[in-house]
């Protein structure tokens, strides 16, 4: 029973309870379109890569916590795509557990970035550190075309 009741919308279920105090959301019955991306894909959207070029590479830095590099893999499709994927698998349960939240994602999740053409895809490095997984693509150089100069006579 609560002490502090109808304000909070019926929302608390005891008062000493500091796990029971959500905060009073606005929008809760405000309907928001369902997404084409399903439960077992969520951990997709989550996963956040940067990719820089360098003048000697392109660098893919992927945050994926929690992660053993043996989870993730690393692949070359189609010559010029790189893919990395992986699963968070779900936290085993007991039975005598409550939950009082579950934030964190889970399910299998896949990235893929098309190369460029100076990328050379033979040479992929791969490294994973404190939960960041780096993916270093060397680039071709780029041939500087021979120049001959020719004499102006007259």
Same mark, same amino acid.
């Given at each position: 029973?609560?002490l +502090? ?6 929302r ?8 029971s ?18 439960? $077992?894909n969520?951990?997709?959207v989550?996963?956040?890569?940067d990719w ?10 992927a945050? +994926? ?9 690393? @692949? +070359? ?5 790189? @893919? +990395?994927?992986? $699963?968070?698998?779900? $936290? ?11 934030e ?8 893929r970035?098309?190369?460029p ?10 490294s994973m ?7 270093t ?10 120049v001959?100069?020719i004499?102006?006579s007259?």
């Amino acid at each position: 029973m609560s002490l +502090i009741p109808g304000f909070f919308g019926g929302r608390r279920s005891n008062v000493f309870d500091p796990f029971s105090l959500d905060m009073w959301d606005p929008f809760k019955d405000f309907h928001v379109p369902t997404s084409s991306v399903s439960a $077992e894909n969520s951990a997709f959207v989550s996963t956040r890569v940067d990719w820089k070029e360098t003048p000697e590479a392109h660098v893919f830095k992927a945050d +994926i916590p929690g992660l053993k590099k043996e989870e993730v893999k690393v @692949q +070359i499709e189609d010559d010029r795509v790189l @893919q +990395i994927s992986g $699963e968070r698998n779900v $936290e085993k349960e007991d039975k005598n557990d409550t939950w009082h939240r579950v934030e964190r994602s889970s399910g299998k999740f896949t990235r893929r970035f098309r190369l460029p053409e100076n990328a050379k895809v033979n040479e992929v490095k791969a490294s994973m550190e404190n939960g960041v997984l780096t993916v270093t693509v060397p680039k071709e150089e780029v041939k500087k075309p021979d120049v001959k100069a020719i004499e102006i006579s007259g």
